[in-house]
């Protein structure tokens, strides 16, 4: 069989996939790409050309650089809180005691549930009239009345990065056990021979195995955080005062609740770039850890 | 400069039985070598010594005190490992300095210690590489190194030339006999290596299936195995064992299936009884060839022929038995040849079929 034959078999068997992808992945982000630059509205009139009216309006407008704030709040400490507890968590886990294997199990429970369930679940918590919240810090004397978490612009951004954090560390700490238990016994038999403390082993030993899958652990969960839309839009829809409204709420609401698919449509390509340059960042991270090994 | 004893040393895995009493007395200044098959137990007695296993029962002291609960930093051992162990984003300068880093030593006196151990090691061009840039054997190097630069009252290696080449190996056990007269310290080492154990050693403990089979001077272990399982297993090619009977009369021994037949030594020991089986043992370097006039003890039908150099190894069967000749280049036979060989009786040992053990010598 000649080569040529098999590169041209090769194409014509990806060709029914590459057809399906085109039409449903393909199409619409063209048709995005040229709705971004009329005023089309979701219904009625519109759909003149505009060139960059959408783009300037909205990169000068408060709606943008509030919700791009609170996105960069949200990921910068829901992934940082996230990280840290679970690295910790694996370090715990990664530990010889009786009932690890059920404790192990029993983390992955949060992560496992769906999104929505999991934020009910908070809302729940957070309720200002009954929540488990406001008892156990009132209880505790920390907090002397019930507060209305998600009902204040001051707290509510906060409470939803501690539900995410809830939900999300489990898979940092899934990722960090894995690698800690790729660590070489004699190395760390090594170290605990050298006198080595804590820290020594812990920046010595553990972590030129936690680097690597740390680092892919971080640029994902930075991507799902700058992206982050069903948790928010269930515990608050963005509100109150806009306080949780991040870029995709944003999006969501500018399409469909203000119903300008246009002005929407180059919003939504905006927050695609920045989830882009992020994914590039993971590809070259990818990339290197590859070469490497 | 210590001395370690282990005591009565029991290791379970489980259901696994891997250490089944480890008895060793070692005086100050001894280097002992375990030699023994892969999986006898010879890692997980020098990770009991060491402390980073706990022992099932027994006990190792070091200079008299119980090392039961104490932990390892603080037994002053030094230890290379099989795998060795390297801190892979360090450099290879502060691989080997890391002890005494994290033992508090100043930087400038640290770096003196480096520098002398990457010069016996031969390693000072690579002191600012990462470990995973090395090949197998400039890692095994720089494990060795860890424990040089060290000052412990016990070293132990875990097989530490095991993956350099041959000129490196003789030079590297060469500069590790130096020290240890150098620095009369105590050390354990695991070897596969024959020549390593016998050059090495002032005493080699012969280990099975979790216990030890015989401890005793190199030259003990050669010449006076105490049963087949240390004949067979010290020197290479190792001891021929050659099953047979002794003559109705008490004055012979014949081999079966014929090919061997020789008169028992005159100062012949209590063991050799008329007609009981038993085991002759002879090194392959006893045996000569004998020309036809003169009395022979051995006659063999050559196979192969191998020469290694100095000696050249003849292989061969008597009767339906192999055994090895190693003889002079120039005396060696022809393939498909029959010689005739003969060697010295006093040197043969004698082993029960049965219990696999040496009869009692003189
Ligand atoms: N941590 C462990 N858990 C369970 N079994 C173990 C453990 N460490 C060693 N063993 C078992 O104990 C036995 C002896 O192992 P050990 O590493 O001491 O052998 P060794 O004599 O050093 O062999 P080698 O020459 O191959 O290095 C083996 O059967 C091994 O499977
Ligand atoms: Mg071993």
Request: hydrophobic share 45%; aromatic share 8%; glycine share 8%.
């Amino acid at each position: 069989m000649s080569s040529a034959w098999i590169t041209t078999r090769a194409w014509l068997l990806m060709l029914p996939l590459l057809i399906v992808m085109v039409a449903v992945v393909g199409w619409p982000m063209v048709d995005t790409v040229r709705l971004s630059f009329t005023d089309t509205r979701l219904v009625g009139t519109g759909g003149e050309f505009v060139g960059f009216a959408n783009y300037t309006k909205l990169l000068t407008s408060r709606a943008f650089l509030g919700a791009l704030e609170n996105t960069a709040l949200f990921a910068v400490f829901s992934v940082a809180a996230e990280m840290t507890l679970g690295v910790l968590a694996a370090l715990l886990l990664d530990q010889q005691f009786r009932g690890r294997a059920f404790v192990r199990a029993l983390m992955i429970l949060p992560w496992a549930l769906p999104t929505v369930v999991n934020a009910m679940l908070w809302r729940l918590i957070y309720n200002p009239e009954y929540g488990a919240l406001n008892s156990l810090l009132t209880q505790l004397g920390i907090l002397s009345e019930y507060r209305s978490w998600l009902g204040e612009p001051g707290a509510a951004l906060w409470a939803i990065v501690a539900a995410d954090c809830w939900k999300n560390f489990p898979l940092v700490a899934l990722i960090a056990l894995a690698a800690l238990q790729a660590v070489p016994r004699d190395i760390k038999a090594a170290a605990i021979v050298d006198d080595a403390g804590p820290f020594a082993r812990f920046r010595f030993v553990l972590w030129p195995y936690l680097a690597g899958p740390l680092t892919i652990a971080l640029v994902l969960r930075t991507i799902e955080a700058f992206k982050v839309f069903d948790i928010i839009w269930v515990m608050t829809r963005g509100g109150p005062v806009n306080s949780t409204r991040t870029l995709s709420i944003l999006v969501y609401q500018e399409a469909f609740s203000f119903q300008r698919a246009g002005s929407g449509a180059s919003l939504a390509l905006i927050v695609t770039l920045i989830v882009t340059v992020f994914a590039a960042f993971y590809i070259a991270m990818m990339r290197r850890s590859g070469s490497r090994a | 400069m210590s001395t370690l004893e282990i005591d009565a040393v029991t290791k379970r895995f489980g259901a696994l039985e891997t250490l089944k009493g480890v008895d060793i007395t070692l005086e100050s200044g001894e280097f002992l070598v375990l030699l023994g098959p892969s999986g006898c137990g010879k890692s997980t007695l020098l990770n009991i010594i060491a402390g980073l296993l706990e022992p099932s029962g027994g006990d190792i002291r070091i200079d008299g005190r119980s090392m039961r609960k104490v932990h390892p930093k603080n037994r002053d051992i030094a230890m290379v490992f099989q795998s060795y162990a390297l801190y892979p984003n360090l450099s290879v300068a502060r691989n080997i300095g890391f002890g005494l880093e994290m033992r508090k030593v100043p930087k400038a006196e640290r770096e003196v210690a480096i520098r002398k151990a990457a010069e016996i090691l031969q390693i000072e061009p690579l002191l600012e590489r990462k470990p995973a840039e090395l090949s197998g054997g400039q890692r095994q190097r720089v494990a060795i190194g860890r424990a040089l630069v060290r000052d412990p009252k016990v070293f132990l290696f875990d097989e530490p030339l095991s993956n350099l080449d041959a000129k490196l190996r003789t030079e590297m056990r060469t500069e590790l006999k130096r020290l240890h007269q150098k620095l009369k310290a105590t050390i354990v080492y695991v070897t596969h290596d024959q020549v390593e154990a016998m050059t090495l050693a002032t005493r080699i403990a012969v280990m099975r299936e979790g216990q030890v089979e015989q401890i005793g001077t190199p030259r003990e272990i050669y010449d006076n195995p105490a049963s087949i399982y240390v004949a067979g297993f010290m020197g290479s090619p190792p001891m021929n064992l050659v099953e047979g009977r002794i003559s109705d009369d008490g004055t012979r021994f014949q081999a079966e299936g014929g090919g061997c037949d020789f008169p028992t030594p005159a100062n012949a020991i209590g063991g050799l009884t008329p007609g009981r089986t038993v085991i002759a043992g002879f090194r392959p370097e006893q045996l000569f060839p004998t020309p036809p006039a003169e009395a022979k003890a051995v006659t063999m039908e050559v196979e192969v022929v191998e020469a290694t150099g100095a000696e050249t190894l003849v292989i061969g069967h008597i009767g339906e038995q192999t055994i090895i000749a190693s003889v002079k280049p120039d005396q060696a036979p022809e393939p498909g040849e029959t010689v005739r060989l003969n060697f010295a009786p006093g040197n043969i040992r004698w082993f029960d079929p049965e219990s696999g053990r040496a009869l009692p010598n003189e």
